[in-house]
T-cell receptor
C-alpha cells in the first residue's frame, strides 16, 4: 500500500450505531488530519494530530472522537450521529516542522450515510 | 475564513492553457499560496505552492503578482482529466500552524 488509505470507503449507519473510520499513511509523515466535506460546502478541518498529539479541534461535537495511536494510524470513532453528519470524511497526512511549507496527501475518503 | 476569492466556474478547451485566477488581497508577508484540486469524489491533490517567485512543476505553473495580492494557476495543455474543483489557499508557514482552510474553489470543466 502506498500513500494514504482509508477504510471503509462507504458506510451506512443508524443513529444509534457505533462505528469507526480508519486511516493509515505509508509516507512516514508526522501529522495527520480529519476533514469533513458535506454536500455543497467547503472542506472543513475537524482534527489535527502532530506527533500523535492533538493540536486542533475545530469545535467538533463530542459524537466524533478521534484517536491517534501512532504516527501512521488515525481513527475517527462515531456514535449517536445525526443525519446531517452524512458527508465525505477525508484523512490527510503531511510532514511538518522541517521546512515552512508542506504538502498534504489526502486519502480517498469514506462516504458516510447516517439514516 | 477563507482568505481568497476565486471565480465559481470556468471552461477551457482541451489542449489549450487553462488560467485560473485567485485574489488574495489581504495576504501577509509570511503566507504561502497553495493550490490543490479535487477530482469528483476523490480526496484533494496538491498541485503547487509559492511565496513570492513564480513556480513551475510537472503539473502546472504558478504566477504570483509582484504585490502578491493575486495569483494565476496555469495548466499549460489542459486534458479532460484536469476537470476538477481547484482551490487556492493562503497559509502561514507550517511551524506550529498546520491549517489548510479550503474555500469553495473554481470548478474547471475541460471541453472536448
Amino acid at each position: 500500500e502506498t500513500g494514504v488509505t482509508q477504510t471503509p470507503r462507504h458506510l451506512v449507519m443508524g443513529m444509534t450505531n457505533k462505528k469507526s473510520l480508519k486511516c493509515e499513511q505509508h509516507l512516514g509523515h508526522n501529522a495527520m488530519y480529519w476533514y469533513k466535506q458535506s454536500a455543497k460546502k467547503p472542506l472543513e478541518l475537524m482534527f489535527v494530530y502532530n506527533f500523535k498529539e492533538q493540536t486542533e479541534n475545530n469545535s467538533v461535537p463530542s459524537r466524533f472522537s478521534p484517536e491517534c495511536p501512532n504516527s501512521s494510524h488515525l481513527f475517527l470513532h462515531l456514535h449517536t450521529l445525526q443525519p446531517e453528519d452524512s458527508a465525505l470524511y477525508l484523512c490527510a497526512s503531511s510532514q511538518v516542522g522541517l521546512v515552512p511549507f508542506d504538502e498534504q496527501f489526502f486519502g480517498p475518503g469514506t462516504r458516510l450515510t447516517v439514516l | 475564513d477563507a482568505k481568497t476569492t476565486q471565480p465559481p466556474s470556468m471552461d477551457c478547451a482541451e489542449g489549450r492553457a487553462a488560467n485560473l485566477p485567485c485574489n488574495h488581497s489581504t495576504i501577509s508577508g509570511n503566507e504561502y499560496v497553495y493550490w490543490y484540486r479535487q477530482i469528483h469524489s476523490q480526496g484533494p491533490q496538491y498541485i503547487i505552492h509559492g511565496l513570492k517567485n513564480n513556480e513551475t512543476n510537472e503539473m502546472a505553473s504558478l504566477i504570483i503578482t509582484e504585490d502578491r495580492k493575486s495569483s494565476t494557476l496555469i495548466l499549460p495543455h489542459a486534458t479532460l482529466r484536469d476537470t476538477a474543483v481547484y482551490y487556492c489557499i493562503v497559509r502561514e508557514s507550517n511551524f506550529g500552524n498546520e491549517k489548510l482552510t479550503f474555500g469553495t474553489g473554481t470548478r474547471l470543466t475541460i471541453i472536448p
